[in-house]
């Protein structure tokens, strides 16, 4: 793969987010099975099952609670390469490779995460909220993120929820390159 380009160009890539254990795999896996009415590891069973299928069955899991990791919620899925699930994390494989990388422009939006935030809350997200989702995201470091950004709206504190997402998710990461 080294000798096919010299050179990419990354863009909005939420790196941050973290991929999938074998165990994390496990509660969506078992879900997938049970909205396709398939036995666990049937695997001739689910790839009888329609495209149609199985994009109605992973609709109704992305909106079930399966990880209590708030990230996990919006990269479901465990990626795979030829039939095999990627083990480690892309931030740890990147600082870790072996081979030497191309040459690389990584960039991000300002509003990356507006989307995410909007979606995840549809109404306006009070100082209490705020308060309890960033503690239920950033635990130990919770006063840190909330001294870094404070409340700065009684009203709703979305927009401010999705400059950290922003700068969390998808900014932070770039970084390491």
Sequence with gaps: MQTF???????????????????????PSVLLAEQLHCAVGDIACFRRASYQDIILAQTVINNMLTSLKLLLFFEPWVPVIDNNVVQGQLLDLVKNTSFPLKELIIGTLTEEAVFFVYEGWTKPVTPATYGEVILATFLEDALKVIEHFPPDSISDLRPLLSRIATEWVFACSTRVF
């Design 5 to 27: 380009f010299k050179r990419a160009i990354i863009q909005s890539a939420p790196i941050t987010i973290p991929f999938r254990t074998y165990l994390e795999y496990v509660t």
